[in-house]
């Protein structure tokens, strides 16, 4: 079974945009582009239609490459102010001049959306209720979309990175999967990856995941975004070989990307609500 995330993400919309057109405000979200990454340009778009989509009332702030730290620092500032913006949302990466996590320190955590404050993480490493980042719910979503049952489910995060590997184990963890972190020091991969049940593989590494780390009747979701040479874009797992082993695996693209986005409207709007309850 493919996992179709761009469908997920479309019943996703729809019922969040049912859900705004009943409120009596318009929730916010500012999205802030430093640079002219051309990849990030185009997420950046994409969140904006899709925001719009569902009535969220949606605004890029546009800043050159050349922005000094305390610039950036005072336009985050500014959202965190504006009773108009409930979610704000810095694209990463950052051009390499800019502190990351100062910048990520910043942001009010009630604003959060993409989950990523200290005061977030550490609630969701808490198991307790937060904002939590887009990507990782969108995870979380697929697999439920797919009927998997988690509790008891053994599971393996193929990476660890405080934007996906992480989170992604913290929530199979809250729904009582036994799960196994793996990352470049992991002995061996293919062996730890036939043993589970459900893979999710974060690694940013073409195709790494083959047929034959693969048990049988698997579920596998593909979180890997990556360029080849020729242009062509592929996950972290080899699709259409792995298809053939697994019980059900989401495509490259049309499977995490479309989810990631959706979760971010969820997030605006669970942001709203709770900035106003
Ligand atoms: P990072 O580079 O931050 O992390 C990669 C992780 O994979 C690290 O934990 C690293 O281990 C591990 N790793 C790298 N190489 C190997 C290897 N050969 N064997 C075992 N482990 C390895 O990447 P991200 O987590 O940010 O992203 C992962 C992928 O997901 C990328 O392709 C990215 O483009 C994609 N992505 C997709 C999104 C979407 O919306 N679909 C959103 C975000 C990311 P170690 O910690 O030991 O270095």
Request: proline fraction near 6%; aromatic fraction near 2%.
């Amino acid at each position: 079974m493919i996992i179709d995330g761009k469908k997920l993400a479309e019943i996703t919309r729809t019922s969040l945009a049912e859900t705004i057109a009943k409120l009596n405000f318009v929730p916010g979200l500012a999205v802030v582009l430093v640079g002219d990454d051309a990849a990030s340009a185009v997420y950046v778009r994409n969140k904006d239609r899709a925001a719009h989509s569902v009535g969220i009332a949606a605004r890029t702030i546009r800043l050159p490459a050349t922005t000094q730290q305390a610039e950036l620092l005072a336009v985050v500032a500014q959202l965190n102010a504006d009773p108009d913006v409930d979610g704000i949302l810095v694209q990463l990466p950052l051009p390499k001049s800019l502190d990351t996590q100062a910048v990520i320190r910043t942001i009010d955590p009630a604003k959060d959306v993409d989950g990523l404050t200290p005061t977030n993480a550490g609630l969701l490493a808490a198991g307790q209720p937060g904002l939590v980042p887009c990507t990782p719910l969108g995870v979380i979503k697929l697999l439920e979309y797919a009927g998997v049952t988690l509790r008891g489910t053994r599971a393996l995060v193929l990476g660890r990175s405080v934007l996906v590997g992480k989170p992604v184990a913290a929530l199979l963890t809250a729904a009582d999967a036994t799960v196994t972190v793996a990352h470049s020091g992991t002995r061996d991969l293919a062996v730890e990856c036939r043993r589970a049940e459900v893979i999710v593989a974060a690694v940013g590494r073409p195709e790494m995941v083959r047929a034959d780390w693969v048990s049988n009747q698997a579920v596998v979701i593909d979180v890997g975004i990556n360029r080849l040479p020729d242009g062509r874009l592929v996950g972290d797992v080899a699709t259409a070989e792995v298809a053939e082993i697994a019980s059900a695996i989401t495509p490259v693209p049309g499977g995490v990307g479309p989810m990631t986005i959706a979760c971010l409207l969820e997030n605006t709007l669970a942001a709203a609500l709770m900035r106003r309850s």
